[in-house]
């Protein structure tokens, strides 16, 4: 019975003890018997008094209490470093030399702080050769620092109070910062010239720390950066150190989504809280210079915290920066999954929504700080149209990809395509695929939204591919067919013209730009305005035209009816030929408006068909 009841757990501290108690056989005096039992986190040492008062002020004064009582054994609480790291303290106080290295001299400055060995109570005492060691070894060589840093990770908050961890930061910084400088020295040389410059192609030697500082704990490695940054360590340098910290602490994370299924992850069974705290720390640490990382890993930063639920102002922040250099993202950054809510979208829309909002912010604000007027910051040849051009192709696509979601909303979908201004599309093929795209997808939409989502299409600046398949599309509404095939006409009807060089008064780029849409989106907003309002005004004189020859149809088409029903002779046909030839479109009369079919009085036909056609609709 007594054996069912026996408790297996004490026997790992028994077996401590009974092995301290071995080592401390083998290099105390053996002649002399023990006066004092001193027990330390498990482990029991059969020591002497005199030894140890005489180097440790602790110890002294808890026999100094108890000198009546004669004190026989001592119990010390949450002695730093434990068993291993005190042994090596009492054998300091029996005069036992031992080899004091990076890997043990934290626990010793802490041990000798707290068990008091200092000067005050023996000359070159545990603490001061402790010291000694850190400021002449260890702060002379990165890699010792950085194992320095990685003992006191058990000792917080005492080797904070020491001030080891920040020596040991200033020092690595220091020795980083004078790494890169020796390395940006051995890549200078000469040119041709004769002038000094620096190899870029050079590998630079000055970040072989990067590595070592990954092995760091993620609130030391925080402070090591920001020490390195105020040391005027490269941008570049700070940035392949976090993508090479982000990569060993966040890989375990990246079976949290299945690309293959996209499937959804409940993240509240999920321990994301030292991942959270990672992606918190390394997005506050991201350097404000651009490029300094590469896009790809910033919209990595984003999905884990997106996945994470990181806070709001992280995440923000994130979205700012990859706004700044949105144009040499590439698609597959920004099909972020959407980890939260079953009945929402494949893709995180609202994410991808807030960066092209905080892009054309800062384009708006970059144009606005120009010297030059808005209209002349948007030409074609600025860095801002350029950027935009790049963005809204890649907002095409990424409209294209996520079309196919039954669960997309057509509101966001449209607020999406209409982010961008509108001068930042040269050519609409692309909207006019995802457009197409989302209506195969979403056939239950009425005639009215279907109405909306083609009205984003500029008809003019489709290509002739994309024309001929929209002119066939019967996804489109009826309204926005009869515009692709009118200006199909107008483009058929402008290359015959430039062909038989009939309208050479006309300026050049005026057909020019209704064949082409792209030359007329590189337009500047205000001169693509005033060319609308030109072609408006012509267009309103030639409907007028077209009414006054139509009243003069009808007055004679009267005349003829009433000739008709006077005579039935010869006379009449006679009549009746010569109404017809002076009624004739086509013959060579010499009214104003009555001649042979020219390109304002086909623009006027195909302008009221087009509004008849509407307005039925």
């Known amino acids: 019975m007594d054996n069912k009841h026996q408790h297996p757990q004490p026997q790992p501290q028994l077996s401590l003890a009974k092995s301290s108690r071995q080592r401390c056989n083998e290099w105390i005096f053996r002649d002399v018997p023990s006066d004092i039992t001193i027990d330390v986190n498990g482990g029991t040492f059969a020591l002497h008094k005199f030894p140890l008062v005489s180097r440790s002020g602790r110890i002294r004064k808890l026999v100094a209490e108890h000198r009546d009582s004669d004190i026989s054994r001592i119990e010390l609480l949450n002695l730093p470093g434990g068993a291993e790291t005190f042994e090596l ?181 999920v321990p994301s809280g030292h991942e959270r705290q990672v992606v918190e720390t390394i997005i506050g640490l991201l350097p404000v210079e651009k490029l300094a990382v590469p896009i790809n890993f910033l919209f990595g930063l984003l999905r884990s915290a997106v996945m994470l639920d990181c806070t709001v102002a992280c995440r923000l922040d994130l979205e700012r920066r990859i706004a700044s250099q949105l144009d040499i993202a590439a698609l597959d950054d920004l099909l972020i999954p959407s980890f939260r809510h079953a009945g929402d979208t494949l893709f995180d829309v609202d994410t991808v929504h807030r960066i092209l909002v905080n892009f054309a912010q800062q384009d708006d604000s970059e144009d606005e700080m120009d010297d030059a007027s808005v209209f002349e910051s948007d030409s074609p040849h600025s860095p801002s149209q350029t950027a935009l051009l790049k963005v809204a192709k890649l907002v095409d696509n990424y409209l294209a990809e ?96 430039c062909s038989y060089g009939d309208e050479e008064h006309k300026p050049v780029h005026q057909s020019w730009r209704i064949s082409s849409g792209a ?33 003069d149809l009808e007055k004679e088409h009267v005349c003829m009816k009433r000739d008709m029903v006077k005579s039935h002779s010869r006379k009449f046909m006679s009549s009746f030929s010569r109404k017809i030839g002076k009624l004739s479109f086509f013959g060579h009369s010499s009214s104003r408006g009555s001649s042979s079919p020219s390109k304002n009085s086909y623009r006027t036909d195909s302008k009221v068909i087009e509004r008849t056609c509407a307005s039925t609709d």
């Open 89 to 269: 303290a009492a054998k300091f106080c029996y005069g036992i030399n031992f080899e004091i290295t990076s890997a043990n001299v934290a626990q010793l400055c802490c041990v000798s702080d707290y068990l008091e060995m200092t000067e005050d109570f023996s000359k070159d005492n545990l603490g001061s050769r402790a010291e000694e060691y850190i400021d002449c070894i260890v702060c002379k060589n990165l890699e010792m620092c950085v194992e320095v840093l990685q003992q006191c990770e058990s000792l917080l908050p005492l080797a904070d109070e020491l001030k080891i961890v920040s020596r040991c930061i200033d020092a690595v910084a220091s020795k980083a910062c004078a790494e890169q400088i020796a390395s940006s020295f051995s890549r200078l040389e000469y040119s041709s010239s004769g002038r000094l410059h620096m190899n870029r192609h050079t590998k630079c030697e000055g970040d072989w720390w990067i590595e070592d500082l990954s092995v760091l704990r993620f609130d030391l490695y925080q402070r090591v950066m920001t020490a390195m940054k105020c040391r005027g360590v490269r941008p570049e340098s700070i940035g392949a150190s976090l993508m090479n910290y982000a990569q060993k602490e966040l890989t375990k994370k990246s079976s949290l989504w299945n690309p293959t299924t996209q499937a959804k992850v409940d993240l509240v069974s």
């Open 402 to 497: 996520i079309a196919p979601d039954a669960n997309l909303k057509l509101a966001k979908f449209m607020v999406i395509a209409e982010t961008l201004p509108s001068h930042a599309r040269t050519v609409h093929d692309g909207l006019y695929r995802a457009i197409d795209i989302y209506l195969k997808a979403h056939q239950n939409l009425s005639d009215s939204d279907k109405k909306r989502l083609c009205k984003m299409i500029d008809f003019q600046k489709l290509s002739q591919e994309a024309g001929a398949h929209a002119a066939q599309n019967e996804r489109l509404p009826l309204q926005s067919i009869v515009q692709v095939l009118y200006f199909e006409q107008l483009r058929l009807r402008n290359a015959l013209s």
């Open 519 to 551: 030359l007329s989106a590189a337009m500047s907003p205000r001169d693509n305005y005033a060319s609308l309002r030109r072609e408006n005004r012509e267009l309103k004189l030639e409907l007028a035209r077209l009414r006054m020859r139509l009243n």
